[in-house]
């Protein structure tokens, strides 16, 4: 990366004075070599344990510092913030250490799990408000919340004090290192982890290559940075939800253009497994934001090889009630997962020659909803199919084809799948 004073990005004094202000608030986390990642890409992969932080990500440290950074007169009312996840835990620890008050407003979706943390890290200090069906309905409250109360708004990622203490992410790293990194890969949401860690990589370290990763179902700082300008969504997969952002933030935009060398996406399916992979082999936690990183080396695996990696774990924020939904993209992902509706003949036997015609020997039903209709000469079902090698799907299709079973393919049409997820 070229050598620049542009003063959008957020200098090292910045960076320092927020590790000062967070000792003994923020954990310095782990930098810690994995040997499997670094046998199975072929490249020395170090693991930046973010998923170890106090509040289980990063988040505490942008919110402290920008709390620690405002005025007495401006935090006497307290501070709101409106979040469904880590910047909501983030803020509510900041207002128990600081002994300040809090408002934090969450959908009423938000699961309990979730709700029941923010309530435990901020304990007396915080009131938990469930208001709206969507973050943008909390947003528009909280904002609205804090015009009439004079409180003081505490954004996820939008703020330079935010961005700073999000950048000892990097401090700490390049404290830690004591080899050449080669390449940084990093989760990109609203930005704020990105433009922090990449602002004082760019002062300390401009030889690395900084790579931002985003999902691929909400690709909003590769789409801005593609068009040269702040693009907003129309539409995202929000299953990444600590990384999924209509539009990123304007401050963050402008650093990040100028630090990341580029930013790829990767996809939700994949993350999935990686998900799977790191618990089931290596006992590690990760939420789905958390997991971009990692999910990426696979992306990137010529181009790593030989090389010192380091990749960010921003969270382990991820709720047991979502291990089936995670599974199942996985396996669809994989292409082992597989759902058709089925037009059965009304007649005696139907089911059992799909069974025993159609079916290889290592296909396994997983879901299955029939209904017998009257007057009728067919009978749909929907059939969930998990298979054990991908290319079992073929041969599949076509015994339906010659047993004249008809069928519609649901995996690739998200108005029907939609009602299975």
């Not at 693009?231 to 929000?238: A, M």
């Not at 939420?287 to 971009?292: M, N, R, V």
Request: aromatic fraction near 8%.
């Amino acid at each position: 990366m070229a050598e620049t004073t542009d003063s959008k990005i957020i200098s090292v004094d910045k960076i320092n004075e927020a590790a000062g202000q967070l000792k003994g608030i923020a954990i310095h986390t782990p930098l810690a070599e994995n040997l499997q990642l670094s046998e199975q890409y072929q490249a020395n992969i170090w693991l930046k344990r973010e998923d170890l932080q106090v509040v289980r990500s990063y988040k505490i440290r942008g919110a402290y510092n920008m709390m620690e950074s405002l005025p007495d007169e401006e935090l006497k009312n307290g501070v709101v913030c409106a979040s469904a996840g880590n910047h909501a835990q983030g803020v509510a620890l900041a207002c128990f250490k600081k002994k300040i008050q809090g408002t934090i407003f969450m959908p009423v979706t938000t699961p309990e799990q979730k709700v029941k943390q923010v309530k435990m890290f901020g304990k007396e200090y915080v009131s938990v408000v469930l208001e709206g069906d969507t973050f943008d309905d909390s947003f528009a409250r909280a904002r609205s919340f804090c015009d009439v109360k004079k409180a003081a708004f505490i954004p996820p990622f939008n703020d330079p004090m935010i961005i700073a203490g999000q950048g000892t992410v990097g401090k700490e790293i390049l404290d830690d290192a004591d080899f050449k990194i080669d390449y940084l890969l990093l989760p990109v949401g609203g930005g704020g982890l990105s433009a922090g860690v990449g602002s004082i990589f760019h002062h300390l370290s401009p030889e690395t290559k900084i790579i931002g990763i985003e999902p691929e179902g909400a690709p909003a700082m590769q789409k801005s940075l593609e068009a040269g300008k702040l693009v907003t969504l129309d539409h995202i997969d929000k299953f990444v939800d600590g990384a999924a952002v209509q539009r990123v933030g304007d401050i963050t935009f402008d650093i990040c253009r100028k630090v990341l060398d580029k930013v790829i996406t990767v996809a939700e399916g994949k993350i999935c497994g990686v998900i799977l992979k790191m618990y089931n082999e290596q006992a590690i936690v990760v939420e789905p934001a958390g997991a971009l990183a990692i999910t990426a080396l696979d992306e990137l695996k010529d181009e790593i090889k030989g090389k010192n990696v380091v990749c960010i774990v921003s969270g382990s924020n991820n709720d047991i009630t979502r291990t089936a939904e995670i599974k199942e993209r996985s396996l669809m992902y994989e292409g082992l997962k597989h759902y058709f509706i089925v037009d059965f003949p009304q007649r005696s036997g139907a089911l059992m020659e799909f069974l025993s015609d159609v079916l290889g020997p290592d296909d396994d039903i997983t879901y299955f909803e029939y209904s017998k209709k009257t007057n009728r000469e067919l009978g749909p079902a929907l059939i969930g199919l998990e298979i054990k090698r991908k290319e079992d799907l073929k041969p599949l299709i076509e015994r339906m084809k010659a047993k004249n079973f008809s069928f519609e393919y649901v995996n690739d049409q998200p108005r029907l799948f939609r009602f299975l997820t």
